[in-house]
Nanobody, 121 residues
Framework: QVQLVESGGGLVQAGGSLRLSCAAS????????MGWYRRAPGKERELVAA????????TYADSVKGRFTISRGNAKNTVYLQMNSLKPEDTAIYYC??????????????WGQGTQVTVSS
């Protein structure tokens, strides 16, 4: 089992920044690819960004490229999502996910409880 706890969400004005954190416990953190997903009201869940276990590979949704940065600190069992130049359309609940050996950045079995991000115009 892997337990994931997100933090760092909140209310911010358009153009502002937030940094999300996801603390993991339970298994060897560096074995897991980690991803940030979001679900906006009335929309499907989407992958925002993901990072490989070593941190050497990343992927981003087109809508956040150049604005968001995913990183991880394996010594701290934590993955981060730095979000800059936020837009109202970034408003959603953001979820952390841990995946073990899934192809094509598919989500794994472990999810956090989610953290709300609200961007006002």
């Amino acid at each position: 089992q892997v337990q994931l706890v997100e933090s760092g969400g909140g209310l911010v004005q358009a153009g502002g920044s937030l940094r999300l954190s996801c603390a993991a416990s339970g298994r060897t953190f560096s074995n897991y690819d980690m991803g940030w997903y979001r679900r906006a009201p009335g929309k499907e869940r989407e992958l925002v960004a993901a990072i490989s276990g070593s941190g050497g590979s990343t992927t981003y949704a087109d809508s956040v490229k150049g604005r968001f940065t995913i990183s991880r600190g394996n010594a701290k069992n934590t993955v981060y999502l730095q979000m800059n130049s936020l837009k109202p359309e970034d408003t959603a609940i953001y979820y952390c996910n841990a995946a073990l050996k899934r192809p094509n950045w598919r989500p794994g079995d472990y999810w956090g409880q989610g953290t709300q991000v609200t961007v006002s115009s």
